[in-house]
């Protein structure tokens, strides 16, 4: 059975540009997290996607959006990049409505973003 | 608000000496506990959770952790240390209640572990 999937392995943008990270949960799984891991900064929850629908959300600025597809991958976006946005953005998944926070999330490799 | 701290951001052990990764949580409610595991260049791998029943948890790779309400401690603990397990080791509590999720975990800070031969 596959993982978590995630696409690019590293990324690297100029300061303004856009960042588009993509991630395909394991076979059956329909929620969808994101994750970021930035030096000095530990692991922030950034969103949470089930059945199409933005669940619930941390912290961060509105340039930071997503989406989850039918099939149930999901894409981050990053709007106007800065600098302080480089780090491991995670995404993990779980099988079903937010069970990942009750029965722990299946975590991918990541997307090293960094920007210039 | 839940709140997760690992004290110590850096344990060293001998290879066959005891690990103990030590971490305290802040829940307004029953808490969901987690351990994840992370390897260089890698994400997060679960090594055990808990949740309700049993205090002491058994997870993989002979780690095993002890919740304990009264001290409000989740700590990490394997018998013997192989030069496998130098990773980071984080803990999260979840904002889980009464079985509703909201989806999010919190994470502690990491606590990286050394093996020495």
């Known amino acids: 059975e596959a993982g978590v999937t995630q696409s690019p392995t590293h990324l690297i943008k100029t300061r303004g540009q856009q960042a588009t990270l993509r991630c395909s949960p394991i076979?059956?799984?329909?929620?969808v997290y994101w994750y970021q891991q930035a030096l000095g900064l530990g692991l922030q929850f950034l969103l949470w996607?089930?059945?199409?629908?933005?669940?619930n959300r941390g912290n961060f600025p509105p340039r930071f959006s997503g989406r989850q597809f039918p099939n149930y991958s999901s894409e981050l976006n990053v709007n106007a990049l800065e600098l302080e946005d480089s780090a491991l953005y995670l995404c993990a998944s779980s099988p079903a409505t937010g069970t990942g926070a009750l029965y722990g999330y299946t975590f991918g490799s990541g997307t090293r973003l960094t920007v210039v | 608000a839940q709140s997760v701290t690992q004290l110590g951001s850096h344990v060293s052990v001998s290879e066959g000496a005891l690990v103990l990764l030590r971490c305290n949580y802040s829940s307004s409610v029953p808490p969901y506990l987690f351990w994840y595991v992370q390897y260089p260049n890698q994400g997060l791998q679960l090594l055990l959770k808990?949740?309700?029943?049993?205090?002491l948890v058994k997870g993989i790779n002979g780690f095993e952790a002890e919740f304990k309400k009264s001290e409000t401690s989740f700590h990490l603990t394997k018998p013997s240390a192989h030069m496998s397990d130098a990773a980071e080791y984080f803990c999260?509590?979840?904002?889980?209640?009464?079985?509703?999720?909201?989806?999010?975990?919190?994470f502690g800070q990491g606590t990286i572990l050394t093996v020495h031969p």
């Open positions: 076979s059956g799984h329909t929620s």
């Open positions: 996607y089930d059945e199409g629908e933005e669940r």
């Open positions: 999260a509590v979840s904002d889980s209640a009464g079985g509703t999720s909201y989806g999010k975990l919190t």
């Open positions: 808990y949740t309700t029943g049993a205090t």
